[in-house]
Each structure stands twice: as structure tokens, then as C-alpha cells.
């Protein structure tokens, strides 16, 4: 582990970077992005905040490896900074919070890439396990990661910039070791996750549809809302037509009643006129509301 608590691997590979080359000014741009996305993942597991900047990063420090030999991998190794391991003083070692870590990652990077990452069977039952097992950790909300994504989403991009800028590289995989165990982020960084990213259409065609507000941003008027015949969060932009004072109530009652949900609260359903924001692959990224109402939309 080189005395690192964490430790997460990029590798690229494929074009030039099957033999040991890569453009030099691509992949440093990438390595950028790489340690803005670990930053403020980890500021949020570590300090329940989330951050705009990465060296405002608290409770750790991310510290460099030289490139592995043969290869185009970069080792990122995080020190955990004194109390930021959060009462895990029962625990045998770090690998608790490492794994929470690594959870809130993949829950970033996987959701960026268009690759569901079901919040409960995460870190929710991550949670579970290490509850019964009486080992505190630190709440990291939903709405929180989905936060991280929006501030995240030019670093990602960036990651991807040996792969679509000079093709340099085909693919990029982010792995982490914890424990001696190594895991792989659930997505992977190719040309079409990159599309994916960058390149999308808004369908002509009006849904109606109903669901309950998991994240707003009261500033860029996006968020995600949990849609059931999805099966999962879906994110979404107000439309300007729809940024009304009459509105806002709504997305902020049922986001408030999906925060508090453990607490037994009854969940507020949102019921909306959509057009579906789609990627270039067919792939649906999320809603432009046009209409928004407390009851049902007949169309």
C-alpha cells in the first residue's frame, strides 16, 4: 500500500498507449481532471460538504506515483489526515472508509458515464453491514454525490481527452486497492461514453410522467428525479417557461420528503410534461420539463 490508505489506479490503453506513448499535453489535462473528481469525492465522504475547488480538499492529501513501467498507469494514493477516519478506532483498519471511498467514486464516475449505480445496494448496504457490525461512518447523501457529478462533469470530460482529442489512447479504466483487493469503477472511458458526455438532442415528442425529486440546484435549475418506470434517478433541467415561483414548491417538497424518507416521511410525487433529453448513441440522459403540476398531466 506505500503507507497510502487508498490508493486509486488510471490506466489507459489501446492506439499509442500499447507502446508506453501517450500525447503529453492530453494525458496532463487528464491527470487533472483524475485529481479533481478523487478530491471532491473524497471531501464529501470525509467532511459532508461538497466542494467547487480541489485544493480546498480537507482530512487528506492525494499524493502522486510515478508511472508504472511498461504501461500508461497513474497511481493517485490518498493519506487519510488524522480524525478523518471518523471513529473508526473499533475498525482493524481503514478499509471501511476506503470502501465508502471507493463507493462514493464509482457512484460519480459511473452516473457521469450514463452507468446506473443503485444507491442503496452501494452505499446504502455498505452502511447496513458496517452498522451491524457497530463501525461508524460518515453519511454521504444522494443528493450530495449528484451534486459532485454536476461539479465534476468538465474533469470528466478531460479525463477522456487522450481518448477523443489525438486518439492516443482507446480506453481508460479507474481501479482502486483497498485491503490488497483490488476493484474496478464500474464504467470505463472509451470514445462512446465520451459522446455519451458531450453530444446530445432534445426530442420533439412531449411524456408525461411522474416522479420524486432526489437533487436540485436551485442556480443551474437541474437536478435528478427518481422516475418508476425507470427504475432509478433520471436527471433533469427546467425548461425557462417552467422557472416559476409557483413551481419551485413543488421540486423542493418532494426533494425534501425523499431526504427525509428514513425517517418515515411520505414521499411527494411530482408529476410533469417532459421532452427526453437523449445521447447521440439513443442512450437517455435526462428530461427538459416543460410543465410541472401536483396532479396528474393528461395529454
Given at each position: 500500500?506505500?503507507?497510502?490508505?487508498?490508493?486509486?489506479?488510471?490506466?489507459?490503453?489501446?492506439?499509442?498507449?500499447?507502446?508506453?506513448?501517450?500525447?503529453?499535453?492530453?494525458?496532463?489535462?487528464?491527470?487533472?481532471?483524475?485529481?479533481?473528481?478523487?478530491?471532491?469525492?473524497?471531501?464529501?465522504?470525509?467532511?459532508?460538504?461538497?466542494?467547487?475547488?480541489?485544493?480546498?480538499?480537507?482530512?487528506?492529501?492525494?499524493?502522486?506515483?510515478?508511472?508504472?513501467?511498461?504501461?500508461?498507469?497513474?497511481?493517485?494514493?490518498?493519506?487519510?489526515?488524522?480524525?478523518?477516519?471518523?471513529?473508526?478506532?473499533?475498525?482493524?483498519?481503514?478499509?471501511?472508509?476506503?470502501?465508502?471511498?471507493?463507493?462514493?467514486?464509482?457512484?460519480?464516475?459511473?452516473?457521469?458515464?450514463?452507468?446506473?449505480?443503485?444507491?442503496?445496494?452501494?452505499?446504502?448496504?455498505?452502511?447496513?453491514?458496517?452498522?451491524?457490525?457497530?463501525?461508524?461512518?460518515?453519511?454521504?447523501?444522494?443528493?450530495?454525490?449528484?451534486?459532485?457529478?454536476?461539479?465534476?462533469?468538465?474533469?470528466?470530460?478531460?479525463?477522456h481527452r487522450p481518448i477523443f482529442k489525438t486518439n492516443t489512447a482507446d480506453y481508460a479504466?479507474?481501479?482502486?486497492?483497498?485491503?490488497?483487493?483490488?476493484?474496478?469503477?464500474?464504467?470505463?472511458?472509451?470514445?462512446?461514453?465520451?459522446?455519451?458526455?458531450?453530444?446530445?438532442?432534445?426530442?420533439?415528442?412531449?411524456?408525461?410522467?411522474?416522479?420524486?425529486?432526489?437533487?436540485?440546484?436551485?442556480?443551474?435549475?437541474?437536478?435528478?428525479?427518481?422516475?418508476?418506470?425507470?427504475?432509478?434517478?433520471?436527471?433533469?433541467?427546467?425548461?425557462?417557461?417552467?422557472?416559476?415561483?409557483?413551481?419551485?414548491?413543488?421540486?423542493?417538497?418532494?426533494?425534501?420528503?425523499?431526504?427525509?424518507?428514513?425517517?418515515?416521511?411520505?414521499?411527494?410525487?411530482?408529476?410533469?410534461?417532459?421532452?427526453?433529453?437523449?445521447?447521440?448513441?439513443?442512450?437517455?440522459?435526462?428530461?427538459?420539463?416543460?410543465?410541472?403540476?401536483?396532479?396528474?398531466?393528461?395529454g
Amino acid at each position: 500500500m506505500k503507507g497510502f490508505d487508498i490508493e486509486f489506479e488510471l490506466s489507459y490503453t489501446g492506439a499509442a498507449a500499447e507502446n508506453h506513448e501517450i500525447d503529453f499535453y492530453d494525458v496532463s489535462r487528464a491527470l487533472l481532471g483524475f485529481q479533481r473528481t478523487l478530491a471532491l469525492s473524497t471531501h464529501l465522504v470525509l467532511n459532508g460538504q461538497v466542494i467547487t475547488q480541489a485544493p480546498s480538499l480537507r482530512g487528506a492529501k492525494i499524493r502522486a506515483l510515478p508511472p508504472e513501467e511498461g504501461s500508461w498507469k497513474f497511481t493517485a494514493g490518498i493519506v487519510l489526515a488524522g480524525t478523518a477516519a471518523y471513529n473508526l478506532a473499533t475498525a482493524p483498519s481503514n478499509t471501511p472508509l476506503g470502501h465508502l471511498v471507493f463507493s462514493a467514486y464509482d457512484y460519480v464516475i459511473s452516473e457521469s458515464l450514463g452507468f446506473h449505480v443503485d444507491y442503496d445496494k452501494s452505499l446504502g448496504q455498505l452502511y447496513d453491514e458496517h452498522k451491524d457490525k457497530e463501525i461508524e461512518l460518515p453519511e454521504v447523501r444522494q443528493a450530495q454525490l449528484d451534486s459532485v457529478i454536476e461539479k465534476c462533469s468538465t474533469a470528466i470530460i478531460e479525463i477522456h481527452r487522450p481518448i477523443f482529442k489525438t486518439n492516443t489512447a482507446d480506453y481508460a479504466q479507474i481501479t482502486t486497492i483497498i485491503g490488497g483487493e483490488r476493484y474496478s469503477v464500474s464504467s470505463s472511458f472509451s470514445q462512446e461514453s465520451y459522446q455519451y458526455l458531450t453530444e446530445e438532442f432534445v426530442e420533439d415528442d412531449l411524456y408525461f410522467l411522474s416522479g420524486f425529486v432526489s437533487s436540485y440546484n436551485s442556480n443551474t435549475y437541474k437536478g435528478r428525479i427518481y422516475i418508476k418506470e425507470e427504475q432509478r434517478p433520471i436527471p433533469f433541467v427546467l425548461n425557462e417557461d417552467v422557472r416559476k415561483v409557483e413551481n419551485i414548491p413543488r421540486i423542493i417538497d418532494s426533494l425534501k420528503a425523499n431526504a427525509l424518507r428514513k425517517y418515515n416521511v411520505e414521499p411527494i410525487e411530482v408529476y410533469f410534461c417532459a421532452q427526453k433529453i437523449k445521447a447521440k448513441t439513443g442512450h437517455l440522459k435526462g428530461y427538459m420539463i416543460v410543465n410541472i403540476s401536483a396532479r396528474p398531466i393528461i395529454g
